[in-house]
Each structure stands twice: as structure tokens, then as C-alpha cells.
């Protein structure tokens, strides 16, 4: 953006949100249509010409936030108040991570996504970055683009200047050797080494009893029930997880293309974003693996998760 759309964009933004224009007015002000007042003042936001926080005043859901986090063991959580839905719940979560996650990467960071409805709320909601490089943390899964991890990181790069690294490979490889093949490939080998430098990574979670996880019926019968003979109860980024947080090691994690739990115990920061009180054993396995250090949740969830034993 040049110097004269910043003004131009500032100006109409300090007149709307600051003085009280109308968008009326503003047309007239600026002898532009009011549809086009609009769109300026939505691409004001999108560029991070303005930026607009709202200070909710939750005493017990912050309170219930710091007792979830000494229960879990995590340095952080946030909890926000449940949706009347599963997407109204995303889009909540999506809302109370999005600044989080700004605030939190500063210019030449590193900032690792996984995939999922949650995720692709997230990039909708995120706010323009400084800088920085925003990569894909797995393999894509399914056919289904709108959750693709590479239409997550694309949202975030089309109103930020960043380095957007794509990893073109599926989640889980047909074979072993079909892994090493696409890990072999110059542009995923870049992109996979770049994982050593998360300065943060954000992850979804699935869950596998009760079965709130896209992962299940993509793959074949035997390799659920291997899954479900080791004790699976919770996902992240195609990493398997038991009750006690022990990483599940079978064929799939061989044939797995994405971000390892060595990786993301290695990164500084690492926060799940997951909600639904259906989801609270997956969400503490998770946590007992000790890969997060934050999580974003809702107050159902945080109910159910100080409901088990502490960690």
C-alpha cells in the first residue's frame, strides 16, 4: 500500500470510528459512493489501519481461566463463554486467539498452523502481521479446500506481509516409502526444516472417543483399530496421543508428513486452540503430553477438564 492509500484509508477511518461519521456523510466528504466508503473501511481492518479490541469485563471467566491453567499445568488459557454451536463456538475461539496470536509474533517470527474448521476461523479473524514467515505445520487432508491448512496460511497472506510456506504432500503418505519420496522433494525438505524455527505454533485437537476429529474416516479399518488397541484418545496435527499423553508410535506415523511432537516441544510457545465439554479427555491428554504451553477453550470444556485430576 502507498503512502497516499494510507492516508486516504486513515482518514476515513479516523472520521467514522473516532468522529462519529456517517457513511453518508463520508461519501460526500470524500465524493466517493457510500459502497465504496465501506469497502475502505473494511480493507482500514484488513490492512491493520485500525484494529479494534474489546475489553469484556468477565470477572469468573477469567478467574475460571487462571484455575484452568494451574489445573492443566499451562502457562496460559483463555476461556471464553460456549457458543450456541459448533460454528458459533469456533468463531468465539477463533475471536480470542486471533489478537492473542498477533500480539505474540513480532517481525522475522515464525508462526506454524495446523488445519481444521478452527483454524480456518482463526485465519479469517487473525489481523494483519509485521513481517514474518506463517507456515503450514501438515499435510493437507481430505479434499475438502475450504479446511485445507494451505487455505489457512492463504488467508492470513493475502492481508499480511508475510512469507507464506506451503507443504504440498498429504497428511499421511499412500506407504513408507512414498513419505521419504515427498519428504525427498527440495521444496517440502525446505519447508519441513523450518520447523526447528517456530516461534509459535497453533494447533487444533481432535478427538477420538467420543469421535469429534476429521481424521477417522479417512483411514482404512486396520488402522483404527491399531489406533484404538494402543489407547488413542486424542489428535493434533496427525500425532496420536493416550490418556497419559504418550505419543502412539504405528505405520501412520512413518507415512505422517507434518510438524513431529519433538518439534513442537522444542518450539517456545506452543497453544490449542479446542472446545466442547465432548472434547475435554482429548483436550487433557493433550496437556499431559507437554507440548502446550496455552490453551484457548470453552467454559464448558474448562467445567468438564476441572472436573479430572489435576496435572
Given at each position: 500500500m502507498d503512502e497516499a492509500q494510507w492516508r486516504l484509508l486513515s482518514s476515513i477511518?479516523?472520521?467514522?470510528?473516532?468522529?462519529?461519521?456517517?457513511k453518508t456523510?463520508?461519501?460526500?466528504?470524500?465524493s466517493i459512493s457510500r459502497f465504496r466508503v465501506a469497502r475502505l473501511l473494511q480493507q482500514a481492518r484488513e490492512q491493520g489501519v485500525v484494529t479494534i479490541e474489546i475489553h469484556d469485563r468477565d470477572e469468573p471467566r477469567d478467574a475460571l481461566s487462571a484455575d484452568l491453567a494451574a489445573h492443566l499445568g499451562l502457562d496460559e488459557c483463555v476461556v471464553v463463554?460456549?457458543?450456541d454451536t459448533g460454528d458459533d463456538n469456533r468463531r468465539r475461539l477463533a475471536r480470542a486467539a486471533a489478537p492473542r496470536i498477533a500480539r505474540s509474533i513480532r517481525e522475522g517470527?515464525?508462526?506454524?498452523?495446523?488445519?481444521?474448521r478452527t483454524l480456518v476461523a482463526i485465519g479469517e479473524e487473525l489481523p494483519a502481521l509485521p513481517p514474518s514467515t506463517v507456515i503450514q505445520l501438515t499435510g493437507t487432508v481430505g479434499n475438502d479446500l475450504r479446511q485445507s491448512p494451505v487455505e489457512v496460511i492463504r488467508r492470513i497472506s493475502g492481508r499480511s506481509s508475510v512469507e507464506a510456506v506451503a507443504v504440498f504432500a498429504p497428511l499421511f503418505a499412500a506407504s513408507e516409502g512414498a513419505a521419504d519420496t515427498f519428504r525427498s522433494d527440495p521444496s517440502i525438505e525446505a519447508?519441513?526444516?523450518?520447523?526447528?524455527?517456530l516461534s509459535l505454533a497453533v494447533v487444533a485437537v481432535g478427538s477420538w472417543d467420543p469421535p469429534i476429529t476429521q481424521l477417522g474416516p479417512l483411514l482404512r479399518d486396520h488402522e483404527r483399530a491399531e489406533l484404538e488397541r494402543e489407547g488413542v484418545v486424542a489428535e493434533v496435527a496427525g500425532i496420536f496421543f493416550r490418556a497419559d499423553g504418550s505419543v502412539i508410535e504405528t505405520d501412520l506415523s512413518r507415512r505422517r508428513i507434518s510438524v513431529s511432537a519433538?518439534?513442537?516441544?522444542?518450539?517456545?510457545?506452543?497453544?490449542?486452540?479446542?472446545?466442547?465439554a465432548e472434547k475435554a479427555d482429548a483436550i487433557a491428554a493433550v496437556c499431559r503430553s507437554g507440548l502446550l504451553s496455552s490453551l484457548v477453550t470453552d467454559?464448558?470444556?474448562?467445567?468438564?477438564?476441572?472436573?479430572?485430576?489435576?496435572?
Open positions: 477511518a479516523r472520521r467514522f470510528y473516532l468522529e462519529d461519521a456517517s456523510e463520508l461519501a460526500d466528504e470524500f463463554t460456549a457458543g517470527d515464525v508462526l506454524g498452523l495446523t488445519w481444521g519447508a519441513l526444516s523450518r520447523y526447528a524455527d519433538d518439534e513442537l516441544r522444542r518450539s517456545p510457545r506452543v497453544m490449542a486452540v479446542a472446545g466442547s467454559d464448558r470444556a474448562a467445567a468438564a477438564l476441572l472436573r479430572l485430576p489435576p496435572r
